[in-house]
């Protein structure tokens, strides 16, 4: 169930342009329906809080489950695909806005470029992949945008695991370790991700 809040304001975001998160997560369902609650509990409360989604823009897999969710709420969200995936079956029908790029590395520079956060959930490979490169550019500086890993069911342990090791190796601080926000509850993560947002501004009330 997802509980009312106020509408989230944030950054350069206002009555003319909602507050964006980019939003990573599996084109497939996994076995577990913890998966789905999760998907279905993130898009809920993204739709409440007044934030527009942004993401691979499919409508199969935890993608579908959280955008629909979402846009039965009266949410908004935005698909950006590219050309070789825009098929029917796939892109969901029901989106705010569709983007079409060119390729791959277009869509995923551009699904950062269009975030204020970004949200990951459990995902396979291109989740990971998604994941890596933004965590990956933010140590490097290139952008400050929040970013918050949805650890359901600590289906990410085994990563978070590595990413000890390569700390402890010396291939990785603590700080940049530190740059991405785990917590297994979709509710306190969003309330993270809003309050270093607009901390005066935003008071969630779930
Ligand atoms: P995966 O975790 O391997 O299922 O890949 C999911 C992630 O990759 C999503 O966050 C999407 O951005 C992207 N992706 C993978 N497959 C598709 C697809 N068929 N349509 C749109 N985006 C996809």
């Known amino acids: 169930m997802t509980t009312a809040v106020p509408p989230a304001v944030g950054h350069d975001a206002g009555p003319e342009r909602p507050l964006r998160f980019t939003v990573f997560c599996g084109s497939s369902r996994g076995w577990d329906p913890a998966y789905d609650h999760a998907a ?3 898009g809920g409360l993204l739709a409440a809080a007044g934030v527009e ?3 691979g823009g499919a409508c199969i897999g935890l993608m579908g489950v959280m955008a629909d969710t979402a846009l039965t709420a009266g949410g908004r969200a935005t698909g950006v695909i590219p050309e070789v995936l825009n098929l029917p079956g796939v892109v969901h029908p029901g989106l705010t806005r569709l983007e079409v ?3 791959m590395a277009t869509r995923k520079a551009r699904l950062c ?3 204020d956060a970004i949200l990951v959930l459990p995902g396979g490979l291109g989740t990971l992949e998604e994941l890596a490169e ?4 933010a140590q490097l500086g290139l952008h400050d945008k929040p970013i918050a890993l949805l650890n359901t069911g600590d289906y990410f342990a085994s990563l978070l695991g590595f990413l000890r090791c390569a700390d402890e190796a010396g291939f990785l601080t ?4 530190d740059l991405v926000r785990v917590d297994a509850d979709p509710a306190r993560l969003m309330t993270e991700v809003l309050s270093s947002l607009a901390p005066a501004e935003v008071t969630p009330t779930w």
């Open 113 to 115: 470029e269009l975030a």
């Open 101 to 103: 790029v060119p390729d």
């Open 40 to 42: 279905r509990t993130m």
């Open 174 to 177: 603590r700080a940049d370790r």
């Open 134 to 137: 933004v965590w990956s550019w």
């Open 53 to 55: 989604i942004v993401y």
